[in-house]
């Protein structure tokens, strides 16, 4: 028997490690409600308040709007994320994340929502940005009358007659509002909201002439017609129609209350239902020609904390005074002013966190984020937790519960990035809308095969079933059914 020593490598759980690990799983929701609570008990803790311009919302860094006050609106790009990583560096006593440049600064409505904000809420908070008082009594009026589908209920000659206005200006009112995120909210119906959409994306420079033709002047041929007949009255080919419904399919929502749910299967929302807000912000970058995209992060915007400068001052008075001591109270102030700390750098190792996996997430998605559903690459989180260099479990804490708004506006699970069988879906639908004849679950899964996703026909069967579409004999059966 002896005694030796060797050199061991074991892994030690710091205190912030703890805590990070804790902040890095939380909701938006919950995040809230840990800093509202950490500021509650810990005096050496400060939000930094930023002066919001009245007009659009904006944070005024030297008291002026970059917005209002300025044509251009500078946005921290992505490429300009990867090559400046110093932007991310923790500075003590500074805002709480990054340092960003006045010209920098932009804040989405989206990430100032309450937790338990409706989409009536929502509309009028952004209402209340633009519009004098006697105008928003009508703008309210009109939220209150919006069906389930954000679709507008009632007249404008009953509103005129409510509150004694003329016509006009309640028609101006209405067109704000159909202006509004999400974008169709306020329309009369499906054809007017999926029209307005297309305006809007011809501003974001996604313009689409067929898809606009077809719903503008074959609104009503759709469910009747062919795709070929459609395709011959609008002078295109039927693969430039089927690439312009396509382009409807994925770009456009025909129920703008729940344009950015995850799941056009969901039930509608009610009016009640807390309205999503994006964790990470996915846009694409005005800068980049060869299709780059912008990464955000508005609650590292949202909850910009630093240690409170009053508080440092006064230890230093009571230090200098010699009246601070550790018998009196001076190791609670020594305490606080460590725990302050230990969470401000928590809170900012959530934010690069996911920060970095949103950066991988898009580099190994693009053609997902560029042209929808079916071209979502296979994804595992131990394959993304290989690519940031962290462990798995640490990947499974920043997916849970956060949302990513991607650059068409809708708003997905992030955890949906990780779904194999989304792109496999996407696949059956395209497989059944171009059949001749019912496939059934076999000839679906051959198809699949030829198009390298080997699955077995359960599995077909069930992903059918998710998709709310009727086996082949019940689809045979409802085409033979002759029409009145």
């Not at 890095?24 to 810990?42: K, V």
């Not at 440049?101 to 409706?118: C, G, I, Y």
């Not at 990513?404 to 699970?413: A, D, M, N």
């Amino acid at each position: 028997m002896e005694l030796s020593q060797a050199p061991e490598q074991r892994p030690t759980i710091t205190p912030q490690l703890i805590m990070a690990n804790m902040l890095l799983q939380l909701s938006s929701t919950e995040l809230e409600q840990a800093i509202a609570q950490e500021m509650a008990e810990n005096p050496a803790l400060e939000l930094l308040e930023v002066q919001r311009c009245p007009k659009c919302g904006l944070a005024m860094p030297d008291g002026y709007c970059p917005s209002c006050a300025s044509p251009a609106r500078a946005r921290l790009g992505f490429q300009a994320e990867m090559e400046n990583p110093a932007r991310w560096e923790y500075r003590v006593g500074s805002t709480s994340f990054s340092e960003y440049d006045a010209a920098d600064e932009r804040d989405d409505l989206t990430s100032r929502l309450a937790s338990n904000t409706t989409l009536a809420d929502h509309l009028l908070h952004q209402l209340r940005l633009s519009l004098s008082s006697r105008d928003l009594q009508i703008a309210t009026y009109l939220v209150e009358s919006l069906d389930d589908h954000g679709f507008l209920c009632c007249d404008p000659d009953e509103v005129t007659s409510v509150f004694g206005v003329d016509r006009t200006r309640v028609e101006n009112i209405v067109s704000g509002m159909q202006e509004l995120d999400p974008v169709g909210i306020a329309a009369r119906d499906v054809r007017e909201c999926l029209l307005i959409q297309l305006e809007h994306l011809r501003h974001e420079g996604a313009e689409q002439p067929l898809a606009k033709a077809i719903i503008q002047d074959h609104w009503e041929a759709l469910g009747r017609q062919p795709l070929a007949q459609i395709a011959k009255a609008v002078g295109a080919t039927i693969d430039e129609a089927r690439a312009a419904m396509q382009f409807i399919k994925n770009n456009l929502n025909p129920f703008p209350a729940h344009a950015h749910w995850a799941s056009g299967h969901e039930s509608p929302p009610q009016r009640t239902t807390i309205y999503p807000r994006p964790d990470i912000i996915i846009a694409n970058s005005p800068a980049s020609s060869d299709g780059g995209y912008e990464i955000e992060l508005p609650g590292a915007q949202a909850y910009r904390l630093r240690v409170s400068a009053s508080y440092l001052k006064a230890m230093e008075d009571l230090k200098a005074n010699k009246t601070l001591s550790a018998e009196e109270g001076g190791g609670q102030w020594e305490a606080f002013l460590a725990k302050a700390q230990l969470f401000i750098k928590s809170i900012e190792q959530r934010w690069r966190t996911l920060h970095h996996l949103a950066l991988c997430v898009v580099n190994y998605q693009r053609d997902f984020l560029a042209y929808g559903d079916r071209y979502l690459r296979p994804l595992t989180r131990a394959e993304l937790a290989a690519m940031i260099g962290v462990h798995e479990s640490t990947v499974s804490r920043a997916v849970a519960n956060k949302y990513v708004q991607l650059p068409c506006g809708r708003i997905i699970p992030l955890a949906r990035f990780f779904d194999s069988s989304t792109a496999v879906k996407e696949i059956i639908k395209e497989l059944i809308a171009q059949e001749s004849e019912p496939l059934s679950d076999r000839e679906i899964a051959e198809g699949l095969a030829q198009r390298g996703h080997h699955i077995a026909r359960r599995t077909v069967s069930k992903y059918r079933n998710a998709l709310g579409i009727l086996p082949a004999s019940l689809r045979r059966r409802y085409r033979t059914v002759p029409t009145a």
